[in-house]
């Protein structure tokens, strides 16, 4: 046993950070934010094909990377990290099945909870989306549709609810939320070294330092999960890996905002777009309370 | 990322299985958790038969890997905790095998792995809990002793040990981190006189230890005089690092005799509670998994586990007493009775976010020695 990253996984990752660094930085980022309505980046899209983001556990024979799961992890981590738009997860899991979704020509979106996100700027939506109305997204770079009627199950759920297709759509959720939660946290700490009140900075205050150390803690109890659910594949295990890493993205985007002050308010600083996103993805692919049941069911 | 285990490993876990399901049906009736005496001999021989069935020395000489098998099978099993000897395996002989010359390995690490040296930890004192460096017990070298006098405290097995792993200031004009040696104590040597305390939970784990003008020879001294702090960091890092990791997979266990109480009572039926055991679920899930990986850095970086033990004790001491509010939920009004595991455990319980290091003070760690935050006040 080994839990360590191998040498090509963490090259994949090094790789996956610097190309979306390169392809969606802070910069575009704000851009996104600011521009009048969201809209699909399709060069953007594109690039991430041509990356093999969407193909990356498609089989070489097919013309995909070939990897597995555990890898898929890994950049839908970078992606959470910079808070890439877009319905990555369905069209990452729709490759090989939806012709262009593995060269990131085909933008696919799907039903998930009763929500669509990009409804409007897909080309495939898979789901039933008769009635479908817009919402007033609180994510400005997710757009979503309420479909009538398709609240998320209730009741206690069979954990072969979860199925493989499911499971992994889950998976990759729980992921960009890990990432997600682990940018907060840098975020959080660099600022509470910088931030100077009372004469010193304010990362020397305990009570600061404490939210800080209970975000590092949530960072690694989620990704040691979902690191492992890669892995394993289980679907109890994947289910408690999006818990823990829902919990992680909303709780940590919460006290970065508390570390930012009144600077974590303003529209300006990135915390709100962490937060927002956090709930988003919180509220789609098996939300805290399902994931419970399933975790429960296992027991 | 590779979370299967070699065949030998395996072939390891087979045999360990297969051992525990012979011994564990022929094992004595656990003895009265109040009772430490008779809690000394249970745990001693328990030690002794995994001694003599060579499983004693996974403790230090087996792989990390290794180490963890057997933890989750003795676990799952149900098989004796450490006990009265968690402070011998788990620190300081951890301690001993990484700081001590041979002479001192040979000398205590056996009695430990055999059961047949109980140790204790005597670094608190009444006036240094978390500010564990501005200890006070004095230590005087007089020819080839230490002539030791002052006050421990909260010392846990202190009443049944053999041993005592003892913090003193050996140079009182030294700045605080300077001072300090770590010394082997016999708990038999006159002038050391131990006053049992007891625990809200009513027993008599721990103890205050009175030290009048002990003599301790200088070869008991583990590490350089003067250099006992950088020992007692060694020490912390096994007592945080490695030492609860068994007993998360004791949690996972309970959380399942839990579920099966909560099935048979129809508290089950409650989604509220039903959820709230699938979250704690979720989290020692995760909390096992976490150990894997700081498993696997160690093993990789070799040896003495880091400030990402502080990670995994603030996280696991929060989570196992949540566990006990749960059962204390599902129990009902059993759970006010005394003469249920369960309710002694949740007393106990109460002690994991102080003991060996206050969350308070893990949270310090984490946030100056990880996140590289200043150090304050
Ligand atoms: C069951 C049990 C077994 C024990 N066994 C042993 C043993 O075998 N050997 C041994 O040597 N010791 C043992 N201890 C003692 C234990 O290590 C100390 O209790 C612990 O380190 C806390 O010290 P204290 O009790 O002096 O609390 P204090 O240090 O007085 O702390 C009181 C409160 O103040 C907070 N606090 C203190 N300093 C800070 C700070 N800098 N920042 C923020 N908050 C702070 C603490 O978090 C705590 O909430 C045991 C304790 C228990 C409960």
């Known amino acids: 046993m080994d839990f360590r990253l191998t040498e090509d996984q963490r090259a994949l990752r090094k790789g996956v950070r610097e190309l979306l660094a390169r392809l969606f930085g802070r910069e575009a980022l704000r851009a996104a934010v600011d521009a009048p309505s969201p809209s699909l980046d399709r060069e953007l899209w594109r690039e991430l094909g041509a990356a093999g983001f969407f193909a990356l556990r498609l089989p070489e024979e097919e013309g995909g990377v070939g990897l597995g ?34 060269e990131g020509s085909t933008v696919v979106t ?63 959720t729980a992921a960009e939320q890990v990432g997600s939660a682990a940018a907060t946290t840098e975020m959080a700490v660099r600022y509470a070294r910088e931030r100077e009140q009372f004469g010193q900075v304010i990362g020397g205050f305990q009570a600061v330092k404490h939210l800080c150390a209970g975000m590092l803690v949530r960072v690694e109890l989620a990704r040691a999960a979902v690191w492992a659910a890669s892995v394993t594949a289980d679907p109890v295990e994947i289910a408690g890996a999006k818990l823990l890493a829902d919990e992680a993205a909303t709780g940590n985007a919460r006290d970065c905002l508390q570390v930012y002050g009144g600077m974590g308010f303003t529209w300006e600083a990135d915390v709100h777009l962490h937060l927002k996103r956090a709930w988003v993805r919180a509220g789609l692919r098996l939300p805290a309370a399902r994931a419970e049941e399933v975790v429960a069911a296992g027991l | 990322m590779d979370l299967a285990h070699s065949e030998e490993e395996e072939e390891f876990r087979a045999r360990l299985r297969e051992w525990l399901a012979a011994v564990l049906p022929t094992l004595p009736a656990r003895p ?35 180490r963890l098998i057997f933890l989750e099978e003795t676990e799952l099993a149900g098989a004796p905790y450490v006990g009265a000897n968690f402070v011998g395996l788990l620190h300081a002989g951890p301690t001993i095998a990484a700081e001590g010359t041979a002479g001192q390995r040979d000398r205590w690490l056996p009695g430990i792995l055999r059961g047949d040296e109980v140790w204790c930890q005597g670094f608190s004192e009444p006036e240094a809990g978390s500010d564990l460096a501005s200890l006070r017990t004095r230590a005087v070298r007089d020819g080839d002793a230490y002539v030791v006098s002052g006050q421990k405290i909260w010392t846990s097995h202190a009443e049944v040990a053999d041993w005592c792993e003892l913090l003193v200031r050996t140079d009182p004009t030294a700045s605080k981190h300077r001072g300090i040696s770590w010394l082997a104590m016999p708990m038999d040597a006159p002038g050391v006189t ?27 001294r583990v590490g350089e005089e003067n250099d006992g702090w950088r020992v007692t960091m060694v020490t912390l890092s096994f007592e945080r690092g490695t030492a609860f990791v068994g007993e998360v997979v004791a949690c996972r266990r309970l959380l399942g005799e839990l579920a099966r109480t909560a099935r048979r009572n129809g508290t089950w039926d409650d989604p509220v509670l039903r959820r709230r055991l699938g979250r ?11 150990t894997q990986a700081n498993v696997s850095e160690a093993q ?12 995994f004790k603030l996280h696991y001491s929060h989570a196992r007493q949540e566990l006990y509010e749960a059962a204390a939920a599902v129990l009902g009004p059993d759970a006010l009775d005394l003469g249920r595991d369960w309710t002694l455990d949740r007393l106990s319980s109460l002690s994991y976010t102080i003991a060996a290091g206050t969350s308070q003070i893990q949270r310090n760690i984490v946030a100056e020695r990880i996140l590289g935050l200043p150090k304050g006040r």
């Open chain 1, 110 to 172: 799907e039903v998930d909870e009763g929500l669509v996100p990009w409804l409007d700027e897909a080309d495939v939506v898979l789901g039933d989306v008769a009635g479908a109305a817009p919402m007033r997204s609180v994510d400005p770079l997710t757009p979503l549709h309420r479909v009538p009627g398709l609240v998320g199950t209730t009741g206690v759920p069979d954990t072969a609810d979860v199925l493989p297709a499911t499971g992994v759509a889950v998976l990759l």
């Open chain 1, 69 to 102: 799961l555990p890898e898929a992890v890994l950049a839908f981590e970078e992606a959470g990290r910079c808070l890439v738009p877009g319905p990555l997860v369905a069209t990452h899991v729709a490759a090989g099945a939806v012709p262009g979704a593995a």
């Open chain 2, 32 to 66: 009265d958790p109040l009772d430490w005496p008779a809690r000394r001999a249970y745990d001693c021989g328990w030690q002794r038969r995994l001694y003599d069935a060579g499983y004693a020395d996974v403790h230090w000489d087996a792989s990390p890997t290794q």
């Open chain 2, 280 to 290: 704690l679920s979720a989290e020692f899930q995760a909390l096992w998994r976490l």
């Open chain 2, 300 to 311: 990789a970086t070799g040896g003495v586990p880091g400030a990402g033990g502080s990670v």
């Open chain 2, 194 to 220: 131990v006053r049992p305390l007891r625990t809200l939970a009513g027993s008599t784990e721990f103890a205050e230890m009175f030290l009048d003008e002990v003599r301790i020879p200088v070869g008991n």
